[in-house]
């Protein structure tokens, strides 16, 4: 009786095991839970890469030790995510774009004297930072086509000549955007950029090199330039390349 008893009860089991494995298992999250520890990780993250900055006497070099022990920390949360069968994909990509980051992070040389732009604005660096907010930016797409609002850390680059231009000439350095993005001044103005507070060291450098802030790291610190000639002058932060902005000078 027992032999027959497994006989009835063995294929209902296989059958229980093959179906657990197409579902992705008991780790696969839902669509929701899955968006919503992306974002929960976002957050934490954010946290601990404005620690790593907040420091305003360490050097670029060890700056980057730290920054480096932060990725391979976002590599391990991310890591322990099981996403959805139709995002596994996606999720690997951005796995994969992490794990390249900290391995060009680890082969840019960063020694006492080195500035924030020779470790962290390489060209190799910025397109490692590009390849990762690709990937975050795709998962994000995913979430808004379900209609679930979350917030996993892409970070969309806004052309600021499709803005309406401000009538200031001041511009807040703040979560990784230029504050206004766009604006207006006339020749002979001063315009002026500040760091603001809880950020990464950032840069302000005309696309043609008419200015150039270097580096900007103190709450506060900032730079002027006086425009003398008419004309529309973008700037990228050399840091964060995808941080864009735009200055028009009128007479």
């Keep these: 009786m027992r032999v027959a008893r497994l006989l009835l009860v063995f294929p209902l089991l296989f059958a229980l095991m093959l179906a657990l494995a197409a579902c992705g ?15 929960e990780i ?3 993250l954010d946290a601990r890469f404005d620690e790593v900055f907040s420091s305003e006497e360490e050097s670029a070099a060890e700056v980057k030790d730290k920054f480096a022990q932060t990725i391979d920390y976002a590599r391990e949360q991310y890591g322990g995510v099981t996403p959805p069968s139709d995002l596994e994909d996606e999720h690997n990509e951005l796995l994969d774009a992490i794990d390249n980051y900290g391995e060009t992070l680890d082969a840019t040389e960063a020694g006492a004297d080195a500035s924030f732009e020779e470790v962290f604005g390489t060209e190799e660096v910025s397109a490692a930072e590009e390849r990762i907010n690709n990937a975050f930016c795709t998962i994000q797409d995913a979430a808004d086509e379900k209609n679930i609002e979350v917030d996993v850390g892409c970070e969309r680059q806004v052309d600021p000549a499709t803005l309406p231009a401000e009538e200031t000439n001041a511009v807040l350095i703040q979560d990784f955007d230029f504050d206004p993005p766009h604006i207006q001044v006339a020749v002979g103005d001063t315009v002026t950029w500040t760091q603001g507070t809880a950020e990464e060291p950032h840069t302000a450098a005309a696309d043609d090199g008419t200015f150039d802030s270097g580096t900007l790291t103190d709450e506060g610190e900032t730079f002027p330039f006086t425009f003398e000639e008419a004309g529309e002058y973008s700037y990228i932060c050399e840091i964060h390349p995808e941080m864009v902005g735009l200055v028009t000078v009128t007479e």
């Design 42 to 44: 976002d957050k934490d």
């Design 25 to 39: 298992g008991d780790d696969a999250l839902s669509d929701e839970e899955y968006f919503q520890k992306m974002d």
